[in-house]
């Protein structure tokens, strides 16, 4: 029973935690281009091509 006098007063610590984070997060717009993350894992677009391409077994 002694340590729900422990576990309350962390769980709302954890909780007000929490909210500031999100609060933070609102401010700081980390919300306001949800999609353009979300697609651009699908799109190659920031690999630079090698100067010097890769070698092929060919000419063996």
């Known amino acids: ?3 729900i ?3 309350i007063p962390i769980a709302i610590i954890i909780v007000a935690l929490a909210i500031v984070i999100f609060f933070w997060a609102v401010k700081a717009n980390q919300f306001e281009d949800l999609e353009r993350q979300g697609s651009s ?3 190659d677009d920031d690999i630079t091509p ?3 391409p890769p070698s092929s077994d060919k000419d063996a």
Do not use: D, E
């Open 1 to 3: 029973m002694n340590v």
């Open 41 to 43: 894992i699908l799109f």
């Open 5 to 7: 006098y422990v576990l």
């Open 50 to 52: 090698s100067k010097n």
